[in-house]
């Protein structure tokens, strides 16, 4: 069976060095006629998945016994050359039946090295642009197993044999759940079966609690059981709040020894501890033993679930009913005007039954999974969509078409900002007819694949941008026809200007006379009412940054780039809903694709790697502020470039015209 992470969004948001694997790869993998010792996976760009015995992160080799009796690999070889299988040679080891062993391929100078940890070192590396990596008996000549010419490796993927695995749903969403709020410390056996919880508020889950002053909701419509009454105080001046939460969640299982792992998705704001049946499986952003009285040690958004694989389950789970007991934390903060206090947790458990070793398909692992077994693999990474014309300015019609180098991909695009996949958007079959302002999106899907990262293209119009006036109804994509949460909304160019005899005839050659930036993102992610940044603009932090494309148009037709990151509202005064043009804050991490923009934005002299972007808007003297006969937009960026050419520390910036989803939305 071809195995998929039934779990994972529709896209995994990572900077894919892997550019195209276009077929099973049975053709690498060889075993001896009678292999009982295989290759089960093997990493060759580890960047932070397994530390050895001396605290480095190198490349490893996962051996699995498939056999009914210990193998003695005394005198056996690995080695990642076919022409010289005799590399490294095992030192007195043996391999029970269905064990595995790790051994670290670091390119040790000896060739017994055993670390700290016990694990043993080989004198060679594994190369991650590809090459081979091979078991040798202790003949020399016999290869029990062998990746030949194994494909190019990504950072913290690894590689291997993919195994049968089946899937019980342990716990889902709005699962009955009991909790119970931290001003006290609860019996230590809080997180075990045999406690009784009749005292707790009960519910479903998620469990959470939301203030704010603005009435903005991010987790509302996802509490079932709310905890707010004894989280948050709001009778105190300034109102009070605990962060601790203590959560369980009881499932029943009737073949416990059959589940070789377990598969936890949270979504959690801002921190937890979990436990089954009162053993710690996981945690994140938890300090060491918390107590009631403990908060989260930083800030995190709870929107988004986030996998944990927690291996050896049979040592912990058992027939009838079991727990699984969540210590939930929220980030403690400084009572404020236009502080949200909230706290959440959905928790998702699954077992996963791990069925035998599939020895002719070899598949990447995001999840790696090293001394256990494989699950959640993907026969390959689709490779990019590639378009016949790129982003810029235009005049005339034409035709675009969309390809990807990967074969038997399905491209599905879209024209109203919102992400392409198999169930949102068009089934690309031709060249598409770009006559108007347009945002194009694209993304290549294969069952069983990696989909492609979501490629994004602006197409503008100068005649029609400058025709929008304050109208919306020539683009796709949905701006509001009116104030939300009292937003207030001016679109467009204004018509006594556009219509101008004095100035109409120089808005074409101004809106190329500098570079543009265009934003393009789901419109929800912007506009609604519940979770949409431009209209909840006060609200700030992780919970309020959504996914987005960034490009850069140069008028000169010049590259520029596109880039996914993440986009939030920045500013203080600025992020008044009376205020219609809000400045943006780009953040670009992994999660999105890449974690850094790499671009000379500001010339030869200034950086040219970049995490985070602010793209501001003037406010005082402003057209914002209502005083645009004020507005020179000359002062912050005369006075930092003096700074500059004084040889003192100064900001870079630069000027750009701004479009999101199509609509110009005014200098910056």
Same mark, same amino acid.
């Given at each position: 069976m071809t195995l998929v992470n039934p779990f994972a969004p529709p896209y995994a948001h990572r900077?894919? #060095?892997? @550019?195209?694997? @276009?077929?099973?790869?049975?053709a690498v993998i060889a075993h001896s006629v009678s292999a009982q010792v295989v290759i089960s996976e093997f990493m060759a760009k580890n960047d932070e998945t397994l530390a050895d015995g001396d605290g480095n992160y190198s490349d490893w080799i996962e051996l699995y016994n498939t056999g009914s009796n210990t193998v003695d690999l005394t005198g056996w070889y690995l080695s990642d050359d076919t022409n010289t299988l005799t590399k490294w040679v095992f030192p007195s080891k043996s391999i029970a039946a269905g064990e595995f062993l790790v051994v670290f391929a670091s390119g040790q100078e000896t060739a017994? !090295?055993? /670390?700290? &940890? +016990?694990?043993?070192? #080989? #004198?060679?590396? &594994? %190369?991650? =642009? +590809?090459?081979?990596?091979? &078991? $040798?008996? =202790?003949? +020399? #000549?016999t290869i029990e197993d062998s990746f030949v /010419?194994?494909?190019?490796?990504?950072d913290d993927v690894s590689y291997g044999l993919e195994q049968e695995s089946s899937y019980s749903y342990l716990v889902?969403?709005?699962?009955d759940a009991t909790a119970f709020v931290g001003i006290s410390e609860p @019996? =230590?056996?809080?997180?075990?079966?045999?406690?009784?919880?009749?005292?707790?508020? %009960?519910?479903q889950t998620g469990v959470g609690y939301e203030e704010s002053e603005s009435g903005s909701s991010v987790y509302t419509s996802m509490i079932n059981l709310d905890v707010g009454d004894d989280m948050f105080d709001e009778s105190s001046r300034p109102p009070s709040t605990y962060d601790s939460a203590y959560i369980r969640v009881a499932f029943t299982l009737t073949d416990a020894a059959g589940i070789s792992q377990l598969a936890l998705r949270m979504k959690y704001d801002d921190g937890f501890v979990a436990y089954i049946n009162g053993t710690e499986v996981a945690s994140a952003n938890a300090p060491d033993s918390p107590t009631y009285d403990s908060s989260a040690t930083v800030e995190h958004a709870g929107t988004v679930y986030e996998d944990f694989t927690i291996l050896n389950a049979g040592s912990y789970l058992q027939n009838g009913t079991n727990v699984l007991a969540i210590h939930g934390l929220d980030y403690s903060v400084t009572p404020a005007p236009g502080v949200v206090f909230d706290f959440f947790v959905m928790p998702e458990l699954t077992g996963i039954t791990i069925g035998d070793i599939q020895t002719n398909t070899a598949m990447y692992f995001e999840n790696p999974t090293p001394d256990a077994d494989n699950v959640f693999g993907v026969l390959g990474f689709v490779g990019d969509t590639s378009f016949t014309v790129d982003r810029g300015f235009f005049t005339n019609t034409f035709n675009v078409e969309i390809s990807?180098? $990967?074969? +038997?991909?399905?491209? !599905?695009?879209t024209t109203d900002g919102t992400t392409p996949a198999t169930d949102n958007g068009t089934l690309y079959a031709s060249a598409i007819t770009i006559n108007k302002t347009t945002v194009l999106r694209a993304a290549a899907f294969i069952t069983g694949y990696q989909p =492609?990262?979501?490629d994004t293209q602006t197409y503008i119009f100068l005649e029609d941008i400058i025709a929008q006036g304050t109208s919306v109804a020539s683009l796709e994509p949905e701006f509001p026809s009116s104030s939300v949460n009292e937003q207030k909304f001016d679109y467009g160019m204004d018509t006594n200007i556009t219509q101008s005899a004095t100035y109409s005839n120089l808005i074409e050659d101004s809106l190329k006379a500098i570079p543009s930036i265009s934003i393009v993102t789901d419109p929800d992610n912007l506009f609604s009412a519940s979770t949409g940044i431009y209209v909840n603009p006060e609200e700030e932090g992780e919970a309020w940054e959504r996914e987005t494309s960034i490009e850069l148009i140069n008028p000169d037709g010049t590259d520029g780039f596109q880039i996914n990151g993440g986009i939030r509202i920045r500013g203080a005064s600025s992020t008044k809903t009376t205020n219609p043009k809000h400045s943006f804050r780009f953040f670009f991490r992994s999660e999105y694709g890449t974690s850094r923009l790499n671009y000379a934005l500001f010339g030869e002299d200034g950086v040219d790697s970049f995490k985070r972007m602010d793209l501001r808007t003037g406010q005082n003297f402003s057209w914002a502020s209502q005083t645009p006969e004020y507005a020179t937009w000359l002062y912050d960026i005369f006075t930092r470039d003096s700074h500059r050419d004084m040889n003192q520390p100064y900001t870079a910036g630069e000027y750009y015209h701004l479009y999101i989803n199509g609509m110009y939305w005014g200098l910056y």
């Open positions: 900077m894919k #060095t892997v @550019a195209v694997i @276009a077929a099973i790869v049975s017994n !090295y055993t /670390d700290s &940890l +016990g694990y043993l070192h #080989t #004198t060679f590396k &594994l %190369s991650g =642009s +590809g090459e081979s990596v091979v &078991l $040798t008996q =202790s003949d +020399g #000549t /010419d194994y494909p190019e490796q990504d889902v969403e709005e699962q @019996a =230590s056996t809080w997180n075990m079966t045999n406690f009784a919880d009749s005292a707790w508020l %009960s519910g990807c180098n $990967t074969d +038997g991909a399905a491209i !599905y695009y =492609s990262d979501v």
